[in-house]
């Protein structure tokens, strides 16, 4: 991609996700943090650390203590010597490559020898990176940003933005309404309301829903709302818009999916976990027949005839070649728990976002409509310019600062609704993994080592990760396609592209050199 179009970028994704409400004044630090983005803190890039030891304690996995009964699964069982396709990473995008693999076997006539072997190495416990720490939304972008993508890349390629999230977000609620999941993983399919803050907002706003509809995206499902709408029916004073949205508990959903997966693994595969498994290198042998990897952890090494990196913000850590802002950048995200003062029939159950998206809520579900709901609330990394928490992968902490915006938002907007003084009940943060475009990287690894003499040893490595902030409706899609791919190379078949995926998510569309 040319610079210009890489420096327009940069600044697009900076807009969407920095600053609100957008002033003169922000608009000084905004271009400063073009330069941060560049720029990493020590000058040069610093491959991301191993996920910390002792993360703070976030709703989803520690509120309860059954909330994550895979916690420590396989952590003392001895590793296998070998296996046919290692994931590194047990949040959904790796559990996500674990299910679509063996779904792709039960239901495929594939030539695949004899039972493929997968196994699962996850650093810390089950799905205690971002997947386990997120703010619960699972709401595929409706038509925010269609304008630029169309401008910058072209029609087809902008509609595939939001068909691959339709994709996404649709299947995975699929999946849990066909297996009788919905209460147990907190499905809330309550639509989701955008506010618009400023003017600029809801002209671009308007602007994207316009040209979307002219290039004829659907838009089943998005209604306008007026700020005397919205303030009677929700008390807040902004004009907005709601879309199709769902919210989850994403830890219980990924638990349902690793046990739907492990049972189902059957005949045609064979599926580990090891949690507490730190990954510290991957080596590559080659013999006279065939070449394959030695994954290394704390508890010995495993010989693996394929890696999968599905570590997101941690990628670099592996592939140092991913350090910089060329490559995936950890960003620290904070969200906190809070109650409401008034009951659920006054908060009604949608979820939000506001803040050109940076911030964003939704009530927990309750029993009885009086009782006052606990929200998950997320956001707030404008109040530390001019870094933004970017390259800050430690989530042991949270950020004061980032902690008083969050505790601020809802009582300045929905007033009477929540009191200003009340702490909240938890409050932690998680690392997120952003690039550059604001989209994941998804293929072998080697398609991004173009110029690297070396880039055939990294053929059988593949990656999805790099979701900048919005994994919940794209990272099982992405998933999907990398157990496409694994299962086509095994079984000697071309690759067929799914119509709905971007082609810029492709390593080989992607250069980080
Ligand atoms: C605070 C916050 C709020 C968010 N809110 C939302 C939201 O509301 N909606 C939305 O769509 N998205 C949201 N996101 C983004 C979303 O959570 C992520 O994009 C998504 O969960 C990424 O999933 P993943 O499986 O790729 O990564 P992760 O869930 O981070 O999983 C990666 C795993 O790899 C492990 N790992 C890393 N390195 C190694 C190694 N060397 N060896 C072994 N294991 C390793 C980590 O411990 C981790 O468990 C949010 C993210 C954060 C942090």
Same mark, same amino acid.
């Given at each position: 991609?040319?610079?210009?179009?890489?420096?327009?970028?940069?600044?697009?994704?900076?807009?969407?996700?920095?600053?609100?409400?957008?002033? *003169?004044?922000?608009?000084?630090?905004?271009?400063?943090?073009?330069?941060? $983005?560049?720029?990493?803190?020590?000058?040069? &890039?610093?491959?991301?650390?191993?996920?910390?030891?002792? &993360?703070?304690?976030?709703?989803?996995?520690?509120?309860?203590?059954?909330?994550?009964?895979?916690?420590?699964?396989?952590?003392?069982?001895?590793?296998?010597?070998?296996?046919?396709?290692?994931?590194?990473?047990?949040?959904?995008?790796?559990?996500?490559?674990?299910?679509?693999?063996?779904?792709?076997?039960?239901?495929?006539?594939?030539?695949?020898?004899?039972?493929?072997?997968?196994?699962?190495?996850?650093?810390?416990?089950?799905?205690?990176?971002?997947?386990?720490?997120?703010?619960?939304?699972?709401?595929?972008?409706?038509?925010?940003?269609?304008?630029?993508?169309?401008?910058?890349?072209?029609?087809?390629?902008?509609?595939?933005?939001?068909?691959?999230?339709?994709?996404?977000?649709?299947?995975?609620?699929?999946?849990? +309404?066909?297996?009788?999941?919905?209460?147990?993983?907190?499905?809330?399919?309550?639509?989701? !309301?955008? #506010?618009?803050?400023?003017?600029?907002?809801?002209?671009?706003?308007?602007?994207?829903?316009?040209?979307?509809?002219?290039?004829?995206?659907?838009?089943?499902?998005?209604?306008?709302?007026?700020?005397?709408?919205?303030?009677?029916?929700?008390?807040? &004073?902004?004009?907005?818009?709601?879309?199709?949205?769902?919210?989850?508990?994403?830890?219980?959903?990924?638990?349902?999916?690793?046990?739907?997966?492990?049972?189902?693994?059957?005949?045609?595969?064979?599926?580990?976990?090891?949690?507490?498994?730190?990954?510290?290198?991957?080596?590559?042998?080659?013999?006279?027949?065939?070449?394959?990897?030695?994954?290394?952890?704390?508890?010995?090494?495993?010989?693996?005839?394929?890696?999968?990196?599905?570590?997101?913000?941690?990628?670099?850590?592996?592939? *140092?070649?991913?350090?910089?802002?060329?490559?995936?950048?950890?960003?620290?995200?904070?969200?906190?728990?809070?109650?409401?003062?008034?009951?659920?029939?006054?908060?009604? !159950?949608?979820?939000?976002?506001?803040?050109?998206?940076?911030?964003?809520?939704?009530?927990?579900?309750?029993?009885?409509?009086?009782?006052?709901? #606990?929200?998950?609330?997320?956001?707030?990394?404008?109040?530390?310019?001019?870094?933004? +928490?970017?390259?800050?992968?430690?989530?042991?902490?949270?950020?004061?600062?980032?902690?008083?915006?969050?505790?601020?938002?809802?009582?300045?907007?929905?007033?009477?609704?929540?009191?200003?003084?009340?702490?909240? +009940?938890?409050?932690?943060?998680?690392?997120?993994?952003?690039?550059?475009?604001?989209? *994941?990287?998804?293929?072998?690894?080697?398609?991004?080592?173009?110029?690297?003499?070396?880039?055939? $040893?990294?053929?059988?490595?593949?990656?999805?990760?790099?979701?900048?902030?919005?994994?919940? *409706?794209?990272?099982?899609?992405?998933?999907?396609?990398?157990?496409?791919?694994?299962?086509?190379?095994?079984?000697?078949?071309?690759?067929?592209? &799914?119509?709905?995926?971007?082609?810029?998510?492709?390593?080989?569309?992607?250069?980080?050199?």
């Amino acid at each position: 991609m040319r610079d210009w179009m890489r420096t327009f970028l940069v600044f697009c994704v900076l807009l969407g996700w920095s600053i609100m409400p957008i002033n *003169p004044q922000l608009l000084g630090k905004l271009e400063h943090s073009q330069k941060v $983005l560049e720029t990493p803190p020590s000058g040069h &890039p610093t491959p991301a650390k191993l996920p910390s030891r002792n &993360p703070t304690r976030s709703f989803w996995i520690d509120s309860s203590p059954d909330a994550n009964p895979l916690a420590r699964h396989g952590s003392q069982d001895p590793l296998p010597s070998k296996a046919d396709v290692c994931i590194i990473g047990a949040g959904i995008t790796g559990v996500g490559v674990a299910y679509h693999l063996i779904e792709l076997l039960n239901n495929a006539s594939l030539s695949v020898k004899h039972p493929l072997s997968i196994a699962i190495l996850e650093a810390r416990d089950f799905c205690s990176g971002a997947t386990g720490r997120n703010g619960g939304h699972l709401t595929p972008a409706a038509f925010l940003e269609f304008a630029q993508r169309q401008a910058l890349f072209d029609t087809v390629e902008a509609i595939k933005s939001y068909k691959f999230e339709q994709h996404t977000a649709s299947l995975l609620v699929k999946i849990i +309404e066909e297996n009788g999941w919905a209460s147990d993983v907190d499905l809330v399919e309550g639509g989701h !309301i955008n #506010l618009l803050f400023t003017e600029k907002e809801a002209e671009n706003a308007h602007k994207d829903f316009d040209t979307a509809s002219q290039a004829q995206l659907n838009l089943d499902g998005v209604e306008w709302l007026s700020k005397e709408e919205l303030e009677e029916e929700y008390g807040a &004073p902004y004009s907005g818009f709601r879309e199709p949205g769902n919210n989850v508990w994403p830890l219980k959903l990924v638990t349902k999916l690793y046990q739907h997966a492990q049972a189902h693994a059957g005949q045609y595969a064979s599926l580990s976990l090891h949690t507490r498994t730190p990954v510290t290198a991957v080596t590559h042998e080659t013999t006279d027949n065939s070449s394959t990897y030695t994954v290394v952890t704390n508890r010995g090494s495993i010989s693996c005839s394929r890696v999968v990196h599905a570590t997101n913000a941690y990628a670099s850590y592996l592939l *140092p070649f991913l350090a910089g802002p060329n490559g995936i950048i950890p960003t620290r995200g904070q969200v906190m728990a809070t109650r409401a003062s008034v009951g659920t029939d006054q908060i009604k !159950i949608p979820s939000w976002s506001a803040n050109e998206g940076f911030a964003y809520w939704f009530p927990r579900p309750v029993k009885h409509d009086t009782e006052k709901p #606990l929200i998950i609330i997320g956001g707030g990394r404008e109040a530390v310019g001019p870094r933004y +928490e970017l390259y800050v992968d430690d989530d042991s902490e949270t950020h004061p600062l980032v902690g008083k915006v969050l505790r601020e938002f809802l009582p300045s907007i929905f007033e009477g609704k929540y009191d200003p003084l009340s702490e909240p +009940e938890m409050e932690w943060t998680g690392i997120m993994g952003f690039t550059k475009m604001g989209d *994941p990287f998804v293929g072998s690894v080697a398609d991004l080592l173009v110029a690297d003499p070396n880039r055939e $040893l990294y053929k059988k490595q593949y990656i999805a990760a790099g979701y900048t902030g919005h994994g919940m *409706p794209r990272a099982f899609g992405c998933a999907e396609v990398l157990a496409q791919m694994i299962l086509a190379e095994i079984s000697d078949k071309k690759w067929k592209e &799914p119509d709905w995926l971007p082609q810029r998510y492709l390593t080989w569309n992607r250069r980080v050199e």
